[in-house]
């Protein structure tokens, strides 16, 4: 692994474990054991440009379960079933799982970090667009599906948020639970 890479996945876990104000830069560097001139010739414009790399990496993973959920089932429920299980299950087994979404650490963060929240805004865009596109591919119109994908987005983003906080997955079961009401086709 390079040493960008390691200084980018040890502040993506930081920050989903302590948020934006809590992680220093002194800190990254310690936990990912790489020299301080790393850190600034990778990331010149300081901690708001990590905090974006993180925030694109952490983006990058979620896309690639969705992706491969939606390789699981060409079934929109089901995909998104199988993807919500793999969240439920990564936020009980594995604890770099555990931690604030992306839009938490976009709102965490000032309001003139205008490039950070940005790069978030669009990295959830990209999610939804996923969903978009697998429920338009599916059979929904498109009107419906971005409907869907952003009600999905909305209620997966609330549920992390609130299992983040309760540290318990109840919140993510109940989403799962209700995942079928949102594909229910209307005749």
Same mark, same amino acid.
């Given at each position: 692994?390079?040493? #960008? ?5 040890? /502040?993506?876990?930081? !920050? ?7 992680? %220093? ?7 990912? %054991? ?8 990778? $990331?010149?414009?300081? #901690? ?14 979620? =896309?690639?379960?969705?992706? /491969?959920? $939606? ?7 089901? /995909? ?7 969240? =439920?299950?990564? $936020? ?9 979404? =992306?839009?938490?650490? *976009? ?11 940005? *790069?978030?805004?669009?990295?959830? =865009? ?18 419906? *599906?971005?409907?869907? /994908?952003?009600? !999905? ?11 983040? *906080? ?22």
């Amino acid at each position: 692994m390079s040493t #960008k890479d390691k200084i980018i996945q040890t /502040a993506a876990l930081l !920050l989903r474990k302590q948020g934006y104000h809590a992680t %220093g830069l002194n800190q990254i560097i310690r936990e990912s %054991g790489t020299p301080k001139g790393s850190l600034y010739y990778y $990331f010149p414009n300081g #901690k708001e440009e990590l905090a974006i790399a993180a925030a694109e990496y952490m983006s990058q993973r979620v =896309i690639d379960q969705i992706e /491969a959920s $939606f390789a699981y089932s060409d079934d929109p429920y089901v /995909a998104v079933d199988h993807f919500m299980t793999n969240i =439920i299950r990564g $936020f009980l087994e594995q604890e770099s799982e555990r931690g604030i979404p =992306i839009v938490l650490l *976009a709102a965490e963060s000032k309001p003139e970090h205008t490039k950070l929240h940005a *790069a978030c805004k669009q990295e959830m =865009i990209r999610w939804q667009e996923l969903v978009k596109e697998k429920l338009m591919n599916s059979g929904y119109d498109e009107i419906k *599906a971005d409907e869907r /994908a952003s009600l !999905l987005h909305s209620m997966v983003i609330g549920g992390l948020s609130m299992t983040t *906080a309760l540290k318990q997955t109840t919140p993510l079961e109940h989403v799962k639970c209700y995942l079928r009401h949102l594909f229910m086709r209307e005749e």
